[in-house]
């Protein structure tokens, strides 16, 4: 399978705890996109890297949240201190980037679910 | 902030009928796509169009871009069970894609 796979699949977690997610793209893509979805909401953008460079964070995201991609491939997001408010289905996607202004098409992985407790 | 808004908010159809899914956005875009998510499943890619196409088709699916009121449609010819899943617009902003909220698509047997 050489899509985009991300781990855990589901997490619980208590409050105040920190969590982490993996999230490995296709081998090719040099885009790396993390979102954060609630029930009935569309994906929200949180951070994205081009190859090892954070590009944007979205301005939603706090202090508590810090994603790496250290060397170009696989992604982590972390989640420090965890809230209630924290869950949600964290979705990664990755893409090419051939062109300076065109955006392609995103490939999602299957979500991590986190649930705080 | 959201950038697409998709119209219905749900849609129930049933089988063999057409569904017809609209976007409107707010600022200029170099392209808008639709994606589809099940339950329970990641969001899939359907269809991509650039600002300088008015139509766009692949298999079952036609979409339009109408830039001069800034919307978009999607239009899924003889639904399928297999069609239900939640569709989202995403329009292109500040180098990424911004999701609305989505339309929630269910066929009926």
């Known amino acids: 399978d050489t899509g985009v796979s991300q781990d855990p699949r589901h997490k619980i977690t208590k409050r105040g705890q920190n969590v982490t997610f993996r999230c490995d793209p296709i081998s090719e893509h040099n885009r790396l996109y993390w979102y954060r979805q609630t029930l009935g909401q569309g994906p929200e953008f949180l951070t994205y890297f081009q190859n090892e460079a954070q590009l944007e964070k979205s301005r939603l995201l706090s202090d508590r949240f810090s994603a790496e991609r250290p060397k170009g491939s696989f992604s982590t997001l972390e989640i420090q201190r965890t809230e209630q408010g924290d869950s949600a289905m964290y979705l990664c996607a990755s893409s090419p980037h051939l062109t300076s202004g065109i955006l392609y098409e995103q490939y999602f992985g299957p979500g991590t679910r986190l649930t705080v407790t | 902030s959201q950038q697409g808004e998709e119209d219905p908010q749900a849609l129930s159809i049933q089988e063999g009928e057409n569904a017809t899914m609209n976007c409107s956005y707010k600022t200029s875009i170099n392209n808008l796509q639709w994606y589809r998510q099940n339950s329970g499943r990641g969001l899939v890619h359907l269809i991509l169009?650039?600002?300088?196409?008015r139509e766009k088709h692949s298999g079952r699916l036609r979409v339009t871009l109408d830039t001069s009121k800034k919307s978009s449609s999607l239009l899924i010819t003889a639904s399928r069970a297999a069609d239900t899943a939640s569709y989202f617009c995403?329009?292109?902003?500040?180098?990424?894609?911004?999701f609305g909220k989505g339309t929630r698509l269910h066929i009926l047997p």
């Open positions: 169009i650039r600002s300088n196409e």
């Open positions: 995403a329009t292109d902003r500040d180098d990424k894609i911004i």
